[in-house]
């Protein structure tokens, strides 16, 4: 078995390779390290990874009674009754999911939006930047997922961990896919934080038949965890199959594509504006002769300027009219101002 470091400067070394191909799998690797670059900077979040997770189910696991309720499930077609404090405990876990890979993508998209033009700019495809971003939503949410469902299991031992896993991976994807077209969309950290905050909190909310008892109305099925929170709530207290309403977030995360495709395509376009000189203008001049030999030039299209007072006026022009002629007949051959 090789060592890690000569595993580590192989890495390098194919990285460093990658700088001179112009391929578009080349560049889709290089956007796919910036991307990995940027959210390793997030200490922020990533501290809220390892710490917020297990705070927050050990508060709801200490706070919430184990009282039984009921929780009507789209899988079994009927109400589970279920222990609360269990239940609390995947709205709880897929509360903090979402809200940490949405805060992630959304401080890296957002981040990142002058850099993305530049490379647009210079010739990098958009397709293959939204490609890394999404390769790497998918990349910080699986160990998001797995480390969470991981600690769930030190309080509470779901029947199914890998489903209860799955479903924290579709949310957390769901929820990066928001991140992202608020990240693009909005200016203020501030605003999207918000947005995401408070998105999140009434999705897991209206679910829990603990806040709502009306959990089972029509109007639910459309949250975007809705899926995720049917998936994990099966997987938790029954060994039956959910994969596909693990899925619908899935769904949602096709929807938040196409709106990062547009407004992604809008926001890298080059909207300086770029200064045309307008059209060259001739001057409208009547030229009269006096008696004594001089010319008497009038505009109707504004003053006259001197062609040797031009930038552009050829060094010939002065020689083209005879010295003993006064200035004034040298304006025969100008332009307006404005022209110039």
């Not at 039956?240 to 495709?261: D, K, Y």
């Amino acid at each position: 078995m090789r060592p890690p470091t000569a595993v580590l400067a192989d890495v390098r070394a194919a990285a460093r390779s990658l700088d001179g191909r112009t391929t578009w799998w080349a560049k889709l690797l290089k956007a796919i390290g910036f991307e990995i670059t940027q959210h390793a900077r997030n200490h922020l979040a990533l501290g809220l990874v390892v710490c917020f997770i297990p705070v927050w189910l050990g508060v709801v696991h200490t706070v919430i009674p184990n009282n039984t309720v009921e929780f009507h499930s789209r899988v079994l077609g009927h109400a589970m009754r279920v222990d609360a404090n269990e239940l609390a405990m995947i709205s709880a876990v897929i509360n903090a999911v979402t809200l940490i890979i949405g805060f992630m993508q959304f401080a890296s998209v957002r981040r990142s939006s002058d850099f993305d033009q530049r490379l647009v700019l210079a010739g990098h495809p958009r397709l293959s930047m939204l490609a890394a971003k999404f390769v790497a939503l998918v990349l910080v949410s699986m160990p998001t997922a797995v480390y969470a469902a991981v600690v769930m299991d030190l309080f509470w031992e779901p029947r199914q961990p890998a489903l209860v896993g799955f479903s924290l991976f579709t949310s957390a994807l769901t929820y990066g896919g928001l991140g992202m077209v608020l990240g693009l969309a909005l200016s203020s950290e501030l605003a999207g934080m918000f947005v995401i905050i408070m998105v999140s909190l009434i999705d897991v909310m209206v679910q829990n038949p603990i806040i709502n008892p009306s959990a089972d109305l029509g109007p639910v099925r459309l949250l975007p965890t809705y899926g995720s929170m049917q998936a994990a709530a099966v997987a938790g207290f029954t060994d039956e199959g959910a994969i596909g309403h693990a899925l619908l977030g899935l769904l949602w995360l096709s929807l938040f594509g196409l709106v990062s495709v547009t407004v992604f395509r809008w926001r890298t376009k080059d909207h300086a504006g770029h200064i045309t000189s307008p059209a060259t203008q001739t001057a409208s001049v009547i030229v009269t002769s006096r008696a004594d030999g001089t010319l008497s030039i009038e505009s109707t299209a504004g003053p006259i300027l001197l062609c040797s007072q031009l930038p552009g006026c050829p060094a010939s022009c002065g020689r083209t009219v005879p010295q003993q002629r006064v200035r004034k007949a040298r304006a025969v051959r100008m332009t307006t101002p404005d022209a110039s």
